[in-house]
């Protein structure tokens, strides 16, 4: 798998869920004959994000403005590094919401996270099956 038009079956293509061209550019890091170098990033963020998602959740529950805030942050990172800018953009509104300590709003905005959230991660898993060892 080296373009866009093999990641996937499709259907995360189609709703938009990844920009496939922001792991595209990892290729260059690519030596002849070596492994992909977006697997170990895709998995990196599949082993690391359900913890930055529980310390969301956790922060909520426990009206934590600062932990919101900074779990928001990592995994808004992480998701721009794997091309979930809807995710990302999410996550940066709950960071913002961490900072104002808007616990409600916080709320409203997680549930839509986690939706997001599901679609990212299946798409990744998905890729990852596709993709060249």
């Known amino acids: 798998m080296t373009s866009t038009a093999g990641h996937g079956n499709g259907s995360s293509i189609q709703n938009g869920v990844i920009d496939w061209s922001v792991l595209d550019q990892f290729l260059v890091f690519r030596k002849p004959g070596g492994p992909d170098p977006r ?29 919101l805030s900074k779990s928001s942050h990592s995994l808004k990172s992480s998701s721009m590094n794997v091309g979930a800018g809807s995710l990302g953009s999410l996550c940066a509104e709950l960071e913002r ?15 839509r996270m986690e939706t997001q959230y599901a679609a990212v991660t299946a798409a990744l898993q998905d890729a990852l099956q596709h993709m060249d060892k």
């Open 97 to 111: 919401t961490g900072k104002t300590g808007s616990i409600v709003e916080a709320k409203n905005l997680v549930d």
């Open 39 to 67: 697997r170990r990033i895709i998995t990196i963020y599949l082993d690391s994000s359900p913890m930055l998602m529980e310390a969301i959740k956790t922060a909520i529950n426990e009206a934590d403005g600062s932990l």
